[in-house]
Every structure is written in structure tokens, then in C-alpha cells.
């Protein structure tokens, strides 16, 4: 309980900024993975966002390298990560359009090849830089300046959503008929994934990899069990994610443990016990019916 | 020949895909307002040759015309009702919201109150009203492709497309979805396509074989075949009257003496 209070004194002490940042920047990027999560979700590309926030660290690698070598000086890491973010997104973009055969292999290749590419620099990078640290991030490492770019995201993601949105819930829905009602469908397909690439490198230099593909699928596959709608979808997953961050960051704070593995922890935990919930009243359900019948 | 306007006409139209010739010299016509069945095994170009009309595809040699101007241009006057056997049962979202989108536009934004107004009319038409706000995951498979017809018809079209309607439906089912088409007969073209080659609907005027090869040529090709009324036919195992293809009685595939439904009903 102490430890609890001490948060929360913490978050109000205006000696300790970082842990407002971490609050706002938890709370800001709750828009991101509860908007573009559920279009994640629905559209089944979970599997491309993986691949494209790994093969991020592929940049991140190159970047530091580059930069402690000083074979290009003022690269900065999120420089690399957006390099290798669209160079991810345009390969599996186009094979996703173009080769469906090959679709899975080409997008664990991305996975796997930029993730070793990155390990492979970092440790020809001179001075001491652990991978880690890029997999789970540190929330409490966020600026001001962070949280604007945060931000600036946020409203251009909500007014996308908020225009395209017939545009998107038919294209998820029914791609063909979409086709057919002249909607640009792989237009909007590359759409969302630039603007998944762009929010995965923004948000994963500030919380890491792991939380931003788990963040981009558990809270807006726990507000599948309870939406209507993919509207009610976005705005449920946006409600748990900020409740996943909050937690995450008060246990991370209390426990005095890393923050990103922690939300990744509740997230998953609330995720998995809905979905085992729903599965023993589906269970029960027929059960009933089954002995009704007979 | 028939006065009554030319819906859709295929001139001597070629499609393949790289080296895979699927199409080759298909010629035919439909007329507006008439029910037509295209019937083919699976694997004889259906799909092909529907995404063709739909303008999904560009054919390599002759013309597609959907009424008088390329598919491409003219696809918003068809109402399209898929098979749609990928949907994602775990896809949120209502009835209303899955008929709503058939009035969606390319690009652009229509207001809300607009588009549900014309839903629910196009739910009554198909006598399911009652069921808009339910999710569309608990409909059963005969329900659902009703709410596709409904969401097909929202934009009210000149032509209506189903493919493979009664795929995995039960009777009483069938029978709903063709007295609903009967609704539209004579009033909006229809077009069924569907693998079932001995029986179409007795609201069929006129049905198209896809399937043959001329000598000589390699890709599959439509021809026209006669109809006779089955009269023995039993309702129940065909979801209404069934009319029998007559598989040994070819007919030009440009032949038709349609009369703008006067004779048919």
C-alpha cells in the first residue's frame, strides 16, 4: 500500500518528470494501439507487424554502428529504425499483393534477418550496447519532445480512422466486395501498413519492440470479446491499453521491476484469462443445451 | 432478336492467366431485366469469367460491355452478392453495419443517417428487418446471404450478381432467397452463377454452360443450352419450382428471344 501511494506521490512530485512522461506517453500511445491494433486484428496482420518492428532493430544496429564509428556522424537510432521499418513494409507489402505463395516465409525472413543484422552491428558497435534494452525499451526515458511526436501521431492516426473508416471496415470485412464497390483496397492495405510501420518505430524506440507487438494485438484482442463493432473495437482496446500502462507502470514503479515487460505481463494475463473465460461459458453453454436436448 | 437493352455482352473475349489459357472466343449476351443462370463445373472459369463482369480483371482479346461501357466504369450499377466464404466469424460487427456497406463509396464520405436508412429498407426488402441490430456472426449460413442480397441491393442496382447462392443451404433457405429474387424479376438483371449444371430456378429465362472447348482451342468457352420445366421437380429438394438444363440442346450462345419478362414469371 505504501508502495502504491509512493507512485502516486511520485507521479504528482514535480521533481520526478520521467514518471508523468512515462503516464502521458502510456496514456497517448493507448490511442495508437487501440486504433491501428484493431485494424491489426481484424485484417490479420499481426504476423507483418511483428515482422516490421523486429527487422527494426536491423536500422537500430546499422545506426549506432555508423554513428560510434563515426563512419556517419548525427545518425540517430529512430533514423536506422525508419530506414528499415519502410524498406520491411514495402517488401512485405508487395509480396503480400503480389506472391501470396511465399507470403509467410518472405515475412519471417524480414523477421529473422533484420533482427541478426541488428545483434550483428551491435556487436561490432564499439563501447558496451545491449539488444535488450531495444526489445523492451524504457518508458521512463521519454521527453517532452517524444510525447509531441506522440501526439501529432495520435490525431493523425484518429482523423484517418475517423475519414476512412466505411473504407476500412469494408476492405477487413469483405475485400472483395470492396474491390468491386470501387474502393482502392490495396491502397489501403499499403495505408495501413506505412502508418503501422511509422507508429511501430515511434513507439517502439520509447517502449520497446516486444511491448509494441504485444501492445498492438492483446488489448485490441481483448476488446474483441466484448466490441459490437470495429469502432467499439478501437475505443475498448484504446480503454485497456491505457489501463494495461497505467498498471504496468504503477506495478513496474512498486515492484521496482522494468515497466515494458510488466504491461506485456498484464496485457497478456487479461488477454489470455478473457479468452479462457469465454471458452468455459461457450463450454457450459452447450453443455446446458446438449443435456436439454437429450 | 430482342429490342429490350443489351445488360451485359461478351464480344469474342479471351482471358489467361500467363501461359494458362482459362477463356477463349466467349460470346453471349444478357438483357436488362433478365434472370440468367451461368452454370459450370469447378475449375471451368466461373470465377474468371465473373471477374470479368465485375471488373476485377481485363480480358487480353475482345469486349466485355456492362451496360454499353467497360466493367471498370460501370461496376457500381452491379450488385455484387459473394460467396464470401472467408468471412471471420470473430470479424465484430452487426447486420445493419454489414448492409450499410454496400452503399460505401471509393473514397469518400456519405452521412450515417443517409446510409441507415437505406440499410434498413434493403433488410426489409429481404424480410429481415427484425434482425438489424443482432451480430452477424449469429445468423445462420442461409440468413447471412440473405443480408448480402439486402447489402447488394442498398446502392439499388441495375444488376444483380450472386455467386454460388445456395452453396451449403438448406431448402427452406433456398426457397426464402428465390422468393425474394422473384421480387426483382423482370425489374433488376440477374445473374446466378453456380456448379449446379442438371437444375436452375424456374426464374431462370435463360442459362449459360461455361465449361466446353471448341476443337482446337484451349481455353473453355460459354455456350447456351435449353430449358424445360420440371414438373415432377419436388419444391422442397429445389427451394421452389426447378426448371431442367438441357445439356444435348445447344442453342447459339447469342440466341435469345426475350420479350422483356411478358412471357415469363
Given at each position: 500500500?505504501?508502495n502504491?501511494?509512493?507512485?502516486?506521490?511520485?507521479?504528482?512530485n514535480?521533481?520526478?518528470?520521467f514518471?508523468?512522461?512515462?503516464l502521458?506517453?502510456?496514456?497517448?500511445?493507448?490511442?495508437?494501439?487501440g486504433?491501428?491494433?484493431?485494424v491489426?486484428?481484424?485484417?490479420?496482420?499481426?504476423g507483418?507487424?511483428?515482422?516490421?518492428?523486429?527487422?527494426?532493430?536491423?536500422?537500430?544496429?546499422?545506426a549506432?554502428?555508423?554513428?560510434?564509428?563515426?563512419?556517419?556522424?548525427?545518425?540517430?537510432p529512430?533514423?536506422?529504425?525508419i530506414?528499415f521499418?519502410i524498406?520491411?513494409?514495402?517488401?512485405i507489402?508487395?509480396?503480400?499483393?503480389k506472391?501470396?505463395?511465399?507470403e509467410?516465409?518472405?515475412i519471417?525472413a524480414?523477421?529473422?534477418i533484420?533482427?541478426?543484422i541488428?545483434?550483428?552491428?551491435m556487436a561490432?558497435?564499439?563501447g558496451?550496447?545491449?539488444?535488450?534494452?531495444?526489445?523492451f525499451?524504457?518508458?521512463l526515458?521519454?521527453s517532452?519532445?517524444?510525447?509531441?511526436?506522440?501526439?501529432?501521431l495520435?490525431?493523425?492516426?484518429i482523423l484517418?480512422a475517423?475519414?476512412?473508416?466505411p473504407?476500412?471496415?469494408?476492405?477487413?470485412?469483405?475485400?472483395?466486395?470492396a474491390?468491386?464497390r470501387?474502393?482502392?483496397?490495396?491502397?489501403?492495405f499499403l495505408?495501413?501498413?506505412?502508418?503501422?510501420a511509422?507508429?511501430?518505430?515511434?513507439?517502439?524506440?520509447?517502449v520497446g519492440?516486444v511491448?509494441v507487438?504485444?501492445?498492438?494485438?492483446?488489448p485490441?484482442g481483448t476488446?474483441?470479446?466484448?466490441?459490437?463493432?470495429?469502432a467499439s473495437?478501437?475505443?475498448?482496446?484504446?480503454?485497456?491499453?491505457?489501463?494495461f500502462s497505467?498498471?504496468?507502470?504503477?506495478?513496474g514503479?512498486?515492484?521496482d521491476?522494468?515497466?515494458?515487460?510488466?504491461?506485456v505481463?498484464?496485457?497478456?494475463?487479461?488477454?489470455?484469462g478473457t479468452?479462457a473465460?469465454?471458452m468455459?461459458v461457450?463450454?457450459?453453454?452447450r453443455?446446458?443445451?446438449?443435456?436439454d436436448k437429450? | 432478336?430482342?429490342t429490350?437493352?443489351?445488360?451485359?455482352?461478351?464480344?469474342h473475349?479471351?482471358?489467361?492467366?500467363?501461359?494458362?489459357?482459362?477463356?477463349e472466343?466467349?460470346?453471349?449476351h444478357i438483357h436488362?431485366?433478365?434472370?440468367s443462370?451461368?452454370?459450370g463445373?469447378?475449375?471451368?472459369?466461373?470465377?474468371?469469367?465473373?471477374?470479368?463482369i465485375l471488373g476485377?480483371?481485363?480480358s487480353?482479346k475482345g469486349?466485355v460491355?456492362?451496360?454499353?461501357?467497360?466493367?471498370?466504369?460501370?461496376?457500381?450499377?452491379i450488385?455484387y452478392?459473394?460467396?464470401?466464404?472467408t468471412?471471420?466469424?470473430?470479424?465484430?460487427?452487426?447486420?445493419l453495419?454489414?448492409?450499410?456497406?454496400?452503399?460505401?463509396?471509393?473514397?469518400?464520405?456519405?452521412?450515417?443517417?443517409s446510409r441507415?436508412?437505406a440499410a434498413?429498407q434493403?433488410?426489409?426488402?429481404?424480410?429481415?428487418?427484425e434482425?438489424a441490430?443482432r451480430?452477424?456472426?449469429?445468423?445462420s449460413?442461409?440468413?447471412r446471404?440473405?443480408?448480402?442480397?439486402?447489402?447488394?441491393?442498398?446502392?439499388?442496382p441495375?444488376m444483380?450478381?450472386?455467386?454460388?447462392p445456395t452453396?451449403?443451404?438448406?431448402a427452406?433457405?433456398?426457397?426464402?432467397?428465390f422468393?425474394?429474387?422473384?421480387?426483382?424479376?423482370?425489374?433488376?438483371?440477374?445473374?446466378i452463377v453456380?456448379h449446379?449444371?442438371s437444375?436452375?430456378?424456374?426464374?431462370t429465362?435463360r442459362?449459360f454452360?461455361?465449361?466446353?472447348?471448341?476443337?482446337?482451342q484451349?481455353?473453355?468457352?460459354?455456350?447456351?443450352?435449353?430449358?424445360e420445366?420440371?414438373?415432377n421437380?419436388?419444391?422442397?429438394?429445389y427451394?421452389?419450382?426447378?426448371?431442367?438444363v438441357?445439356?444435348?440442346?445447344?442453342?447459339p450462345?447469342d440466341?435469345?428471344?426475350f420479350?422483356?419478362?411478358?412471357n415469363?414469371g
Amino acid at each position: 500500500m505504501d508502495n502504491l501511494l509512493g507512485f502516486f506521490s511520485a507521479l504528482v512530485n514535480p521533481d520526478f518528470p520521467f514518471v508523468r512522461n512515462a503516464l502521458v506517453a502510456g496514456l497517448l500511445s493507448s490511442i495508437l494501439f487501440g486504433v491501428i491494433g484493431a485494424v491489426v486484428t481484424v485484417k490479420r496482420i499481426a504476423g507483418l507487424a511483428g515482422a516490421i518492428s523486429h527487422a527494426v532493430l536491423g536500422g537500430i544496429g546499422i545506426a549506432l554502428y555508423l554513428s560510434a564509428t563515426g563512419k556517419v556522424a548525427g545518425i540517430t537510432p529512430m533514423m536506422g529504425a525508419i530506414v528499415f521499418a519502410i524498406l520491411a513494409a514495402a517488401i512485405i507489402g508487395v509480396v503480400s499483393l503480389k506472391a501470396k505463395q511465399r507470403e509467410d516465409t518472405v515475412i519471417q525472413a524480414i523477421w529473422a534477418i533484420g533482427m541478426s543484422i541488428g545483434v550483428l552491428f551491435m556487436a561490432k558497435t564499439p563501447g558496451y550496447t545491449d539488444p535488450s534494452s531495444y526489445l523492451f525499451g524504457n518508458i521512463l526515458l521519454i521527453s517532452t519532445k517524444d510525447l509531441v511526436l506522440l501526439f501529432i501521431l495520435d490525431v493523425v492516426v484518429i482523423l484517418l480512422a475517423w475519414r476512412f473508416y466505411p473504407q476500412i471496415e469494408a476492405t477487413s470485412f469483405d475485400e472483395e466486395f470492396a474491390q468491386v464497390r470501387g474502393i482502392p483496397t490495396q491502397r489501403v492495405f499499403l495505408l495501413m501498413l506505412s502508418i503501422t510501420a511509422v507508429a511501430v518505430v515511434l513507439l517502439q524506440t520509447f517502449v520497446g519492440i516486444v511491448m509494441v507487438i504485444a501492445m498492438l494485438t492483446l488489448p485490441a484482442g481483448t476488446a474483441g470479446y466484448w466490441a459490437k463493432n470495429l469502432a467499439s473495437m478501437m475505443a475498448l482496446g484504446t480503454i485497456f491499453s491505457a489501463i494495461f500502462s497505467f498498471g504496468g507502470l504503477a506495478a513496474g514503479w512498486m515492484l521496482d521491476v522494468p515497466v515494458g515487460a510488466m504491461v506485456v505481463v498484464i496485457a497478456g494475463g487479461a488477454f489470455l484469462g478473457t479468452a479462457a473465460t469465454r471458452m468455459l461459458v461457450t463450454y457450459s453453454r452447450r453443455r446446458t443445451l446438449h443435456n436439454d436436448k437429450s | 432478336m430482342s429490342t429490350v437493352p443489351i445488360a451485359l455482352r461478351f464480344s469474342h473475349v479471351s482471358f489467361s492467366y500467363d501461359t494458362l489459357a482459362v477463356l477463349e472466343d466467349v460470346n453471349f449476351h444478357i438483357h436488362e431485366g433478365e434472370f440468367s443462370a451461368l452454370v459450370g463445373p469447378n475449375g471451368s472459369g466461373k470465377t474468371t469469367l465473373l471477374k470479368l463482369i465485375l471488373g476485377l480483371e481485363q480480358s487480353q482479346k475482345g469486349e466485355v460491355r456492362l451496360f454499353g461501357d467497360q466493367p471498370k466504369k460501370n461496376k457500381s450499377m452491379i450488385g455484387y452478392v459473394p460467396q464470401h466464404i472467408t468471412y471471420d466469424p470473430t470479424f465484430p460487427i452487426s447486420v445493419l453495419e454489414v448492409v450499410r456497406m454496400g452503399g460505401v463509396l471509393s473514397t469518400s464520405r456519405r452521412s450515417r443517417a443517409s446510409r441507415d436508412k437505406a440499410a434498413l429498407q434493403a433488410l426489409e426488402q429481404v424480410e429481415m428487418g427484425e434482425l438489424a441490430q443482432r451480430p452477424y456472426s449469429e445468423l445462420s449460413g442461409g440468413q447471412r446471404r440473405r443480408v448480402l442480397v439486402a447489402r447488394a441491393l442498398v446502392a439499388g442496382p441495375k444488376m444483380l450478381i450472386l455467386d454460388e447462392p445456395t452453396a451449403n443451404m438448406d431448402a427452406e433457405s433456398e426457397k426464402r432467397l428465390f422468393d425474394t429474387l422473384r421480387l426483382f424479376k423482370g425489374k433488376t438483371t440477374i445473374l446466378i452463377v453456380t456448379h449446379d449444371m442438371s437444375t436452375v430456378s424456374s426464374l431462370t429465362d435463360r442459362v449459360f454452360c461455361i465449361g466446353a472447348q471448341k476443337p482446337g482451342q484451349k481455353g473453355r468457352t460459354v455456350v447456351q443450352h435449353s430449358l424445360e420445366p420440371m414438373d415432377n421437380a419436388p419444391a422442397e429438394l429445389y427451394g421452389g419450382e426447378a426448371k431442367r438444363v438441357l445439356h444435348d440442346v445447344e442453342l447459339p450462345a447469342d440466341y435469345c428471344t426475350f420479350d422483356g419478362g411478358a412471357n415469363n414469371g
